[in-house]
């Protein structure tokens, strides 16, 4: 019912950018805060981002500070990543997340994914 549909990945060389966009469809539901992980080969899923809907609050992996930037429109339920300055190791597939609550418990959808590749 949900749907979370991630779009903006690509190709680019190391040092370029890239923004991601992450628009949400479907039933009803409530939005706590939304945020991207992502996935490289072999490995396991990593927190990249995450903003919440009430107070703008972010988050960052230290990995990606200064980098990337989250940002959303609560109207829309929408969020995007602005990601620059990109390096190889920021190579997966990035994942759109939807929180309806700040607990363990609380309903999550997940999107699809969209690859992320920066080459040397």
């Known amino acids: 019912q949900v749907q979370l549909v991630e779009s903006g990945g690509g190709l680019v060389q190391a040092g370029g950018s890239l923004r991601l966009s992450c628009a949400t469809s479907g039933g009803t539901f409530s939005t706590y805060g939304m945020g991207w992980f992502r996935q490289a080969p072999g490995k396991e899923r990593e927190f990249v981002a995450a903003i919440t809907w009430s107070g703008d609050s972010t988050y960052y992996a230290n990995s990606v500070k200064g980098r990337f930037t989250i940002s959303r429109d609560n109207a829309k339920n929408t969020v995007y990543l602005q990601m620059n300055s990109l390096k190889p190791e920021d190579t997966a597939v990035y994942y759109c997340?939807?929180?309806?609550?700040?607990?363990?418990?609380?309903?999550?959808?997940w999107g699809q994914g969209t690859q992320v590749t920066v080459s040397s």
């Open positions: 997340n939807l929180a309806e609550g700040p607990y363990e418990s609380s309903r999550r959808y």
